[in-house]
């Protein structure tokens, strides 16, 4: 019984821990750009292979909905995180522990939709074969 109990303990704790993330991590390919997001500061910096200057965003929020994390600027939400340990960054071998959809063209001047792979400093991806 306190064997179950631990690891159900276990279980919530690295929950929680996944979903308390101060700094994500994304990457994207075709086109190939990654999104950084640090919660303390409030700021999303884009860095594109098509741009020689990285775009930085401030007052960019996160919330949680429905177990997805959503990162949001001006009220509308620009980027759904979902923990699946099946994140992908479409072109590597790399496993990630989220999973990235980009919802809003106007957040990163590319087309919505496009999917990639997130980690954080707890949560890393592994290299394997997806």
Do not use: W
């Not at 950084?36 to 098509?50: F, H, N, P, Q, V």
Request: charged share 20%; aromatic share 10%.
């Amino acid at each position: 019984m306190k064997k179950l109990l631990l690891i159900a303990l276990a279980s919530v704790s690295f929950k929680a821990q996944a979903y308390e993330i101060s700094k994500i991590s994304c990457m994207f390919t075709e086109p190939f750009f990654s999104v950084s997001y640090d919660a303390k500061s409030k700021t999303m910096i884009l860095l594109s292979a098509e741009e020689p200057n990285k775009r930085v965003t401030k007052n960019v929020g996160m919330n949680q909905k429905n177990g997805k994390i959503y990162i949001n600027h001006l009220g509308k939400d620009i980027m759904e995180i979902t923990t699946n340990f099946n994140g992908s960054d479409g072109m590597s071998d790399r496993i990630y522990p989220m999973e990235a959809k980009m919802l809003s063209p106007n957040a990163n001047q590319y087309a919505s939709n496009l999917i990639g792979g997130c980690e954080t400093k707890y949560l890393k991806a592994q290299e394997g074969q997806y």
